[in-house]
């Protein structure tokens, strides 16, 4: 039915004539649904692979609004794409009666997106506000992508010198997603622009005890040590305004001293996590080198992984029944508590 090569696009084609062109094109969106998955992953290789099915998409239905939408995508993930992205997404964001499109967020996020890093804050506005508009309800256990939106119009909002409707929407995020560090993180950074000090210490401190609760859960995800690490600095910038504002108060002067502290900390747990990371590729190599084994136990403990240290000890002293490091560190870790975390 059509020639070599789109089977891999197109699946299976019902041969009912009267039900060939609805399969197919709903065949074609699932596709380019995918393909704009690969988009978003930012991973070079699935987005080439997303390319390549645009372009066989395209040569089988030229008309697919959704091709639009993916090729704007990809041109916005381009270093020089952004004219590009912007003629593709204006013209997915508009219906064929060129009256606004309002059944996906994705184009006016990204164009605001597009607008917001080009400085162009007048135009960045109403995209992330139709974005924010159409955002659809979160998924469980994501961050809600109109929490997001809040967020990114408050910081143009920031830029057009509206600081009252910038906090409002702000605090609108916050109230969507309480229990993320990352909006709170955000939220104050317009705090700060704000002068409000009291909200933006809140935020900061609460941002701090979502980071800590996730790496409990989870203490090999790196994103939550880079957010542990910038809110810790926030606290640090925090700590030196009151040491500058009243330099008499010792109570300050110790609390940006463990601020220091607790920031060296996590910059110290990134390197261990990037010592596991190497640790790991090394070990794909030589799976059953005792040392190495005993090693990775070691910087397991030192994340607080310590179930998954144990696990890794019990593996040496299977290849190694008498290895006195292992024993060491399983007799120091058996009373321990910590994370089940996860390999």
């Known amino acids: 039915m059509f020639g070599a090569g789109v089977g891999d696009v197109l699946g299976q084609i019902p041969t009912d004539p009267t039900a060939d062109q609805r399969v197919t094109l709903e ?3 699932a596709r380019l649904e995918e393909a704009i998955a690969q988009i ?3 991973d070079p290789q699935a987005m080439q692979s997303a390319l390549q099915t645009v372009r066989r998409v395209k040569m089988l239905h030229p008309t697919l609004e959704k091709i ?3 090729e704007g995508l990809y041109a916005a993930a381009q270093s020089r794409g952004a004219p590009d992205a912007i003629q593709k ?9 060129r009256s606004p499109r309002q059944d996906d967020h994705r184009g006016y996020a990204a164009l605001g997106r597009i607008y917001r890093d080009m400085l162009k804050y007048r135009m960045a506005r109403p995209a992330f506000e139709m974005a924010k ?3 659809p ?3 469980e256990g994501e961050r809600p992508l109109r929490a997001d939106f809040a967020m990114d119009l408050a910081e143009v909002l920031l830029q057009l010198g509206r600081k009252e409707d910038a906090l ?3 605090k609108e995020a916050r109230r969507w997603a309480m229990d993320d560090p990352v909006v709170h993180l955000r939220f104050a950074g317009v705090a700060a622009a704000t002068e409000d000090l009291a909200a933006m210490e809140e935020a900061v401190r609460r941002a701090i005890v979502l980071s800590n609760a996730q790496l409990a859960i989870n203490p090999f995800k790196r994103e939550t040590y880079g957010l542990l690490r910038s809110a810790y600095q926030a606290l640090m910038r925090i700590e030196e305004r009151k040491v500058r504002d009243d330099p008499d108060d010792g109570l300050h002067y110790f609390s940006l001293a463990v601020a220091l502290r607790r920031a060296a900390a996590a910059n110290e747990r990134l390197d261990l996590l990037t010592a596991h990371e190497t640790l790991k590729m090394a070990l794909e190599k030589e799976p059953n080198n005792a040392q190495w084994l005993v090693e990775r136990a070691r910087l397991e403990a030192a994340l607080g992984a310590n179930e998954d240290a144990l696990a890794t000890i019990e593996r040496v002293l299977q290849i190694s029944p008498n290895n006195r490091e292992a024993i060491d560190i399983r007799g120091s870790l058996s009373g321990g508590s910590g994370s089940t975390g996860g390999r």
Do not use: H, V
């Open 89 to 97: 997404l204006i013209a997915y964001n508009r219906m064929p009666d």
């Open 168 to 170: 409002e929407e702000a």
């Open 40 to 42: 978003e992953s930012r």
């Open 68 to 70: 639009r939408l993916a």
């Open 137 to 139: 309800p979160p998924k």
């Open 27 to 29: 065949q074609l969106n």
């Open 133 to 135: 508009k159409l955002a």
